[in-house]
């Protein structure tokens, strides 16, 4: 799910807590959070997006795939 790029294009770009509410509303298992941490997109701090994930995700941060660029998860059929 797309969780930057929301500042100033925010008509255009879901915030952090909106993507983690479409992937519930989609009824997910595995959060992946995208454009994030890999260059400027626009005008949110670095972290922020990654940050604001895991507030949304409250007691359920162990769904969110990955936080950082270089790391990988595995799906399990």
């Known amino acids: 799910m797309p969780v930057g790029a929301y500042n100033p294009w925010i008509a255009a770009h879901c915030t952090p807590e909106q993507a983690w509410q479409m992937a519930q509303d989609a009824g997910f298992e595995s959060f992946l959070p995208v454009h994030h941490q ?3 997109l626009s005008r949110e701090p670095y972290t922020e997006p990654i940050e604001r994930v895991y507030a949304a995700a409250g007691r359920h941060t ?3 795939a990955v936080s950082a660029i270089g790391q990988d998860f595995h799906l399990v059929a």
Do not use: I, W
């Open 38 to 40: 890999t260059f400027r």
């Open 62 to 64: 162990d769904r969110v």
